[in-house]
């Protein structure tokens, strides 16, 4: 519409309250780069089909909403992974190479929960012992998991079990470590040599 056009008709324009400007789908990459949500792991434990009379459990890992991979564990595998943690709480009270986060997961009240196959709600005990683990990770910064990265300890027991190819996966902050997912992928890998004979060896020794 042209100044002549509005003069003519004695036309005008005008506004009391600012217009709502709608955001346009072609956002600068500055602002997507800001609006970029935090890096978060969630872990789903569940019932999975019986295989020769053997309890299965699906555990399903996301990251950040658009990473997933989906792994099926046996009860014995979830024993044996918990044991670790008790094994690591025996170790932790004689101060043996365990650095502050060893020694304050193994204080949880979720280590000396019974897990029991015979139970009904079994996948859900288990669930709720990874989800505290998790939880207790990702309140740590990106220092403290890679210190603990550098021992046998609760980083290297949840990247084994989880399958995941780094602790900087557990990071919850916003820091140059947890916003480089390039550099965190999700990998069906294990260790050259599991922790689980690790443990065991040291199980045998105590």
């Not at 602002?31 to 089909?49: D, Y």
């Not at 046996?74 to 670790?84: D, G, N, Q, R, Y």
């Not at 190479?97 to 005990?125: F, H, R, Y």
């Amino acid at each position: 519409m042209s100044k002549d056009f509005r003069s003519q008709r004695k036309l005008s324009i005008s506004c009391s309250q600012p217009m709502a400007i709608p955001s346009s789908r072609f956002d600068s990459p500055v602002e997507k780069t800001k609006k970029k949500a935090k890096c978060v792991l969630s872990v789903n434990v569940g019932e999975a089909p019986a295989m020769r009379g053997t309890a299965m459990y699906e555990v399903k890992v996301a990251y950040n909403n658009n990473k997933q991979t989906r792994m099926v564990k046996t009860l014995k595998e979830f024993l044996t992974f918990k044991s670790m943690f008790q094994l690591l709480a025996l170790t932790s009270k004689k101060g043996n190479n365990c650095c502050t986060l060893c020694q304050d997961v193994s204080t949880l009240p979720c280590i000396s929960t019974k897990v029991s196959g015979c139970s009904d709600n079994a996948a859900e005990v288990l669930d709720l012992f990874l989800s505290n683990l998790i939880e207790k990770l990702q309140l740590c910064s990106s220092a403290t998991i890679l210190e603990c990265s550098g021992h046998m300890g609760v980083v290297s027991i949840m990247t084994e079990f989880l399958e995941l190819r780094h602790g900087l996966y557990f990071c919850q902050e916003d820091d140059p470590y947890s916003s480089d997912e390039d550099t965190l992928p999700i990998s069906h890998c294990s260790l050259s040599k599991s922790l689980s004979r690790q443990f065991a060896s040291y199980d045998a020794v105590c």
